[in-house]
């Protein structure tokens, strides 16, 4: 016996059902709204409201998926071969995936370690410019005054400031926390 056909007879013991190859369906993405999706699956028919998550509930710790437009997917038939009740079990392309607070995600094995917390790294470095511009204009209108026997001097001013930085210039938009 294969994998597939251990898999098969797996599901089917804890469906409680037979099922049979016509169960799954491949599809091409036509449109992604929400946790919903339009799948065509031939010239002439295309499944609207398939869901992208196995329970749309209203449970804001659902992870959310949305496939690509123009992406293949692999549907199963909860209907019972109706294609009434159609439910997405794999995505050959995701365009974005939403997922509830967890304690620990790893991406690409965590190797450029931890996502830092732009606003506040941004307004952190913010108060340093802040305090080296200070600097730089106490430095370009400091004097030393000199003994009287020559004019005091003053030195040479800087023209440079230091730049507030922009967290856009800095920030990964496509992944969020």
Not at 52 to 61: K, L, V
Not at 79 to 97: H, K, P
């Amino acid at each position: 016996m294969n994998n597939l056909s251990r898999i098969k007879e797996s599901i089917q013991s804890i469906a409680g059902r037979n099922i049979n190859d016509d169960c799954y369906v491949v599809g091409e993405v036509t449109e992604a709204n929400g946790t919903t999706c339009s799948v065509k699956i031939n010239e002439t028919l295309t499944l609207t409201d398939v869901l992208c998550i196995a329970t749309d509930d209203g449970d804001s710790n659902n992870i959310k998926i949305k496939p690509k437009i123009g992406s293949k997917v692999l549907m199963a038939d909860l209907s019972g071969g109706t294609l009434r009740q159609m439910v997405v079990v794999a995505y050959t392309q995701i365009a974005e995936l939403e997922m509830p607070k967890i304690d620990s995600l790893i991406i690409n094995g965590g190797e450029n370690g931890a996502i830092i917390n732009i606003d506040e790294l941004t307004d952190k470095i913010n108060k340093v410019i802040d305090v080296l511009n200070n600097l730089i204009n106490s430095y370009n209108s400091h004097t030393h005054s000199v003994p009287s026997f020559g004019t005091s001097g003053t030195a040479v001013p800087s023209n440079d400031n230091a730049q507030y930085l922009n967290k856009n210039d800095y920030s990964d938009n496509t992944i969020k926390h």
